[in-house]
């Protein structure tokens, strides 16, 4: 089992509407979660990060975490043709102290104009 | 805050070639920066955890030999690339982070290298 899942995509959704991204993870101590996006060809760039469990927002972006099911999730609200990306999500490892991250694959999201 | 700067862009060069890439934290001291390999299509890969003042713990499969890595001070790492070959044509990231507190890694741009 990989450490980190996401569904795989690609996810398309028309402009304006709400892009929900999954990611499950296997390890139960698990504290800290991340959701990057990637432009192609570009590197990843942070846009969201949760420690704690339920909802977090930032903008159009809410990320949902919810640790006793190993789940944190990423909504899109009012989706643009600029969040075409792909979105990664990571997870700290637990017992890193170098705070190392486990990406899942990425889920790539087109938003059609 | 939390920029960080990755040079070259572009590398294009023959078989053979050294190649060295360099990562900078500017606004931030940065104890730990990791290096990642990235294929087309892929996912990023780990290659090496790379602390201020020690060695590099490189993840299973990446030879230390192939993939020089320097962390000589709080804001600089370098990956040197030795005796590059084609199959070594990759997107090489690295990320940095502030060493204190929850602080998330954070990306440079990224180096594109192309082996000839």
């Known amino acids: 089992q990989k450490e980190v899942e996401q569904n795989s995509g690609p996810l398309s959704v028309p402009e304006g509407a709400i892009a929900s991204l999954n990611c499950t993870y296997s390890d139960r101590g698990s504290q800290s979660f991340f959701w990057y996006r990637q432009y192609s060809g570009k590197s990843p760039e942070l846009i969201m990060s949760i420690y704690s469990n339920g909802d977090k927002e930032d903008g159009r972006f809410t990320a949902q975490l919810n640790k006793a099911s190993q789940y944190v999730s990423l909504l899109i609200r009012d989706s643009q043709p600029s969040d075409s990306a792909t979105y990664l999500c990571?997870?700290?490892?637990?017992?890193?102290?170098?705070?190392?991250?486990?990406f899942g694959a990425g889920t790539t999201v087109t938003v059609r104009a | 805050g939390a920029v960080v700067s990755q040079h070259p862009s572009w590398v294009i060069c023959k078989s053979g070639t050294s190649v060295k890439i360099e990562c900078r934290s500017l606004d931030f001291q940065a104890t730990t920066m990791f290096w990642y390999r990235q294929f087309p299509k892929q996912s990023l890969m780990l290659m090496a955890t790379s602390n201020e003042g020690s060695k590099a713990t490189y993840e299973q499969g990446v030879e230390k030999d192939k993939f020089l890595i320097n962390h000589a001070s709080l804001t600089l790492s370098t990956l040197t690339v030795t005796s590059a070959h084609p199959e070594d044509s990759s997107f090489y990231i690295c990320?940095?982070?502030?060493?204190?507190?929850?602080?998330?890694?954070?990306f440079g741009d990224g180096t594109r290298l192309s082996i000839l």
């Open positions: 990571a997870v700290k490892e637990p017992r890193s102290n170098d705070y190392k991250l486990s």
């Open positions: 990320s940095a982070r502030p060493g204190f507190g929850n602080q998330p890694q954070h």
